[in-house]
């Protein structure tokens, strides 16, 4: 595999000469870029090309091809001049780099077909990429590998230490990091410039194999990646010693020449030899097929009685089992708490299709995309608090336009004694202001199981929120519960007001108006299963024909159910009244039914408030 | 310091099994909580108490006392068990554990004086006590220690090494990490169980002193702690082999007995000896001074000529300065990008007060964490995108009640090329839905310099949102911005509808308005820079006044700023006609005019969409 035939060797040095080019003129023709980043990884990335890497860029979708990902995105002029190299991209095309309506962007989009996933937050290259490989191994048992390029200033990131765990702890030896050491940050040097060595000190103590080498020597590079290759057990680290803006000298290794293009491109391109243009034959991975996953499989969700009191995080875990057994595309991961959120029921019945990513959120999240790129279908759930811990993680696998289930449990007070770290009440937020997203929340336990269901057709993140506390079963077996629907529990023509909640307070807006009805006020139900899209007509017809709204919800009361109705009026027509419950003081330890008396979301509280509202009205 | 004496290692061993009865008997009284993960680190917890802690508990407030955090939280009874011993804490109260108005809650607050931050979200003490150790070296220049009590479940989050990898890059030789290795999770296992060398490898490579001990051996944690003591330059980890639930065999080492009472507690404390009382005599720190701080000195605020282009960005960074100048509370941090957020300008005035925290967002917010919980002010940046990455953490600082500064730099679509990945579009969803909150969101420099001076002296988690490009000041000098306050900048009888923006969108509301003016139709603008909390009264008027409010904003349109409009007519009055103009897009690369106008949220598309509210309300 490897080489020391110098005129093989010039053919690299050559090849990397034309990615440094090709990086100087792409920037240059944008205006903006990062071509010192690329061209101290251009070594690299040309051994790599001719040598290592195997894909097929007429099949992007190829099962056998190794995934390359450019974990320093904005190195993004590097990605594109290989693609040129490649024979993918035409020259026209890479000077559009930045442009309007371009696909080669800034930071590498899935609007590229070669691109699985976007980069550009960093620290996130390796721990996708654990993700694949995760897929490589255990689910498509196929030997294609993962290259991850990494700069030197990522390595600060946590979660390149998680994925490093992960990595070496699943024994991922079809895992390859990169790690291009150019000494220089954006605003600056890293913390250890030149000192291969911490690095590999590092990557070595958490079971890693390493290689430390120059990383402009081409047959350096082309030995390292042999070696990745043949290393079986453990997952390899290069860790390349390079000079950023490498073979200009009025950039290279200097400070402030970060994300900008070259002072002189002309003369640059000049003093790298000029543009060029070497095709290289990308080696074209060997004949492979997947397992047959499929969803052919019949789906036996499980059924409740009504009345009944099951945890909606139960019927989760009831149900994503279920699923499992119908559907082979469907796998699951927890982050180590599967006994409280239930994924536990899943990786029982479904061990191979379980992973344990252990207290690592990010890397729960991570893992999750990386299998979705390779046409999984996964659910990650944790309590919904510690989703924020992936909340970067959560942001650009919208941008990478993955199909992703995320699930937290825990939600709200409603928890109780274990107190405000453990409740997830900023969640809602978060999820609904991510792009493109699906934000569920199930009031019972036939509700979650169907909407369990329903995630694995949806399309981008798909959120699913369930309690920790039972609430009675309220609808039947054949009930359906299509994303942007919701419920009317309870209706009329005298109806004083519209109460709407999901989960647990949609039980507290029931018995809110069961007590009101005694007093001869009737008001409206409506369980807002499906926060995001939400269902406006609905929402506009209650608004009509009562007049005024309650949200109730165990949340902070910014971004989540208030927000999501107020969102549903906000096209200039008339606004109803509207008024918000939610979580506004800073709970401490209590029983579930005092911390909702004490956050003003219980039954009393919700009928208190309607009463001044049917009062006001009629002062008015 | 260190002892072999029977009698006194007998008394430190007595001390170990009282503080397992307390936490025995805590957690029966609340029948929740967890005292196995107490007991496991309960001679650790003796032997600190009794030999190597300074604390005055009488004067938590003492600048020379040591700082305890327990990072893993949810062993809060041995806490409690702890300031029993220490006689802070009297049996009865101990008992009320997990009780409705208690204050010692399920996961330690700084409800109880004693404790600097809020720990149940695992893998944060660490980071946090870097921030504490590193105030202590650079800024109190006191020699009191911190000692973090650590989990083994939590050494999987990322954030536990990048607080490891900036202690040992400080030398923070006054941080003591102890590993409670009791082998199992919530769930089951660790992944390296009893394989304290995995943990050392890890810590070594990373440039720790390690000491791998029997984690029940009183004589071997006292010998531990004195070398942690008097090793220099370095931090220490104590990698302790513990048994979880120690001393009581129906629940040592075995799984399935984490986060729940003892099944009978009274068998187990008559295995534990019974209930004894050890009053611990915890030293006490040698008299101490704070280096004085104050904000006697002037303030001089930069200035700026009305029409002069500065971006918001800039005005940052020179206010930071100067208030750096004036108050010498005031420390800045931020994520190695500080020459693009301008926290650049601060560092070279002001470098004894600056934090390089490199690319580890999770670490740049616990580090100020830390920091003000030592007295400080402290100011951390990065990219708005990349403060997602620290939700957990600003959540956790909010249960804390932390006094803290976050500025978020590259708001919205508004960036340009960088592409979707650097774009700030959920920042202010994000902030606002945290607990206490403030959301700030300057529109030109001279405003952007008067809420970095305003944040100084206001309450809880404050945010500052700034923007790339520049804007024209509109704003004289002696104009003042109160938090909680709005500015309206056009205004008449016959306006037709309320334009509201904050940052940039402000600019293209005005020039909205000077279009709309231009054919007759009159709006009112509204200058929103407190985005929470906002301010209902104006835009009440505004409401009663105009009719209709169209909210325009550089950001995503759930949990803004049309959020937070909205949230100010949901007190169940007639809400006015509302529209959300924001970026409902997935942006990719374009020139900031390209994107603006992709978004929908320029000048032009805010005078479309008022032409049809205005023509839509002439028809009904």
Chains 1, 2 share one sequence.
């Not at 962007?105 to 980069?119: C, F, K, L, Q, S």
């Not at 605003?187 to 079971?207: I, K, M, N, S």
């Not at 069961?514 to 269902?535: F, H, M, N, Q």
Request: one cysteine or more.
């Amino acid at each position: 595999m490897s080489t020391t035939d110098p005129a093989e060797n010039l053919e690299l040095t050559e090849l990397g000469q034309q990615l440094r080019v090709d990086a100087v003129r792409a920037a240059d023709a944008a205006g903006s870029g990062h071509p010192t980043s690329s061209m101290s990884a251009a070594d690299l990335a040309a051994v790599l090309l001719t040598r290592h890497l195997h894909y097929d860029f007429d099949q992007p979708e190829h099962p056998g091809n190794d995934r390359f990902v450019l974990s320093k995105g904005h190195a993004s002029p590097l990605l594109y001049a290989m693609y040129r190299a490649a024979g993918a991209v035409d020259d026209e095309e890479l000077l559009t780099f930045r442009r309007h309506g371009s696909r080669l962007e800034g930071h590498p989009t899935p609007r590229i077909p070669w691109v699985d996933v976007a980069t550009g937050s960093l620290g996130q290259g390796l721990p996708v990429g654990v993700g694949m490989a995760l897929a490589g191994k255990r689910l498509d048992q196929l030997p294609y590998r993962v290259w991850v390029l990494s700069g030197d200033s990522e390595m600060a990131e946590g979660s390149v230490w998680e994925a490093a765990e992960h990595a070496a702890y699943e024994n991922l030896d079809n895992l390859t990091l990169v790690v291009d050491v150019n000494r220089l940050g954006q605003r600056g040097p890293t913390r250890h410039q030149r000192d291969l060595a911490a690095y590999g000190r590092r990557l070595r103590g958490f079971g890693w194999h390493t290689i430390e080498i120059d990383g402009h020597d081409v047959d350096a590079i082309d030995l390292a990646y042999a070696e990745a290759r043949s290393t079986e057990g453990q997952p390899t680290a290069i860790i390349a010693g390079t000079r950023k803006g490498r073979g200009v000298a009025a950039v290279e290794d200097r400070e402030g020449m970060h994300g900008k293009p070259l002072p002189d491109a002309e003369a640059a391109i000049e003093e790298l030899g000029g543009p060029r243009f070497v095709q290289v034959d990308v080696a074209k991975p060997d004949a492979a097929h997947l397992p047959r996953t499929d969803r052919s499989g019949h789906l036996t969700l499980p059924r409740y009685e009504l009345g009944e009191k099951v945890a909606t995080r139960d019927a989760y875990g009831q149900a994503l089992t279920a699923l499992g057994t119908a559907y082979s595309d469907v796998v699951a991961l927890d982050g180590e708490v599967g006994d409280s959120t239930r994924t536990e029921f899943f990786a029982k019945e479904h061990p191979d299709r379980y992973f344990e990513c252990y207290i690592a959120e990010q890397q729960l999240v991570a893992a999750a995309v990386g299998m979705q790129a390779r046409g999984y279908t996964p659910y990650a759930c944790t309590f919904a608090a510690f989703l924020t811990r992936a909340h970067d993680f959560v942001r650009m696998a919208a941008i990478s336009g993955a199909e992703l289930n995320l699930v937290g449990s825990h939600a709200g007070v409603a928890i109780g004694q274990d107190g405000p770290s453990q409740m997830g009440l900023e969640d809602l937020a978060m999820f609904r202001s991510v792009h493109g997203s699906t934000v569920l929340y199930p009031c019972d336990a036939p509700q979650a199981a169907k909407l369990v269901a329903e995630m694995a057709g949806a399309r981008g993140i798909r959120y699913l929120r369930t309690d920790r506390g039972e609430t009675p079963v309220i609808y039947g077996p054949d009930e359906t519960f299509p994303i942007g629907g919701s419920k009317v529990l309870r209706s009329g023509s005298e109806d004083a007001a519209t109460l709407i909640g999901a989960g647990h307070t949609l039980h507290a807006c029931l018995r809110a108006a069961a007590i009101l009805a005694t007093e001869g006020i009737e008001v409206r139900v409506i369980d807002l299963y499906s926060v995001k899209p939400v269902d406006e007509a609905t929402l506009r017809t209650a608004a009509d024909e009562t007049g005024a709204l309650v949200t109730v919800e165990d949340h902070h009361p910014e971004g989540g159910i208030g927000d999501a109705v107020a969102e549903a009026f906000a096209d200039g027509r008339p606004a109803p009244r509207l008024v918000r419950m939610a979580v506004r003081n800073m709970p401490g330890s209590a029983t579930p039914e005092e911390q909702q008396s004490a956050a003003g979301i219980d039954a009393d509280s919700v009928a208190a408030t309607v009463r001044l509202l049917v009062e006001r009205a009629v002062v008015a």
